[in-house]
């Protein structure tokens, strides 16, 4: 069973960065499409980013097209999330997740397995 363990999230103020990470055991994860997510209490669980197996197409939510960016390093079976200029709505727990299917885009219930999260916090 692939377990995932998130790390990085960190108290920063508007315009800093960030980078997350997402570490992977139990099984390879260069087989799985990886995504992220956040969810800010009292809201649902919105799609960051996500890219598929290998270099493969990458899609990011409209709010952070241009400071995000998702990457994989599947020798160290790991993924990333780089967040550039962030901004207070930035906040949230974001959570890491993965799947073997073939459709993932930014749906949530496309994806299978799912980290812990790790809170961002954004704040001057």
């Known amino acids: 069973q692939l377990q995932l363990v998130e790390s990085g999230g960190a108290l920063v103020q508007p315009g800093e960065s960030l980078r997350l990470s997402c570490a992977a055991s139990g099984r390879s994860l260069d087989h799985y499409a990886v995504g992220w997510f956040r969810q800010v209490p009292g809201k649902a669980r919105e799609g960051v980013a996500s890219m598929g197996v290998g270099d493969s197409v990458r899609y990011y939510a409209d709010s952070v097209k241009g400071r995000f960016t998702i990457s994989r390093d599947d020798r160290r079976n790991t993924a990333y999330l780089q967040m550039n200029s962030l901004k207070v709505e930035d906040t949230a727990v974001y959570y890491c997740?993965?799947?073997?299917?073939?459709?993932?885009?930014?749906?949530?219930?496309?994806?299978?397995?799912w980290g812990q999260g790790t809170q961002v916090t954004v704040s001057s």
């Open positions: 997740a993965a799947t073997t299917g073939w459709q993932y885009g930014l749906v949530r219930s496309n994806f299978d397995d």
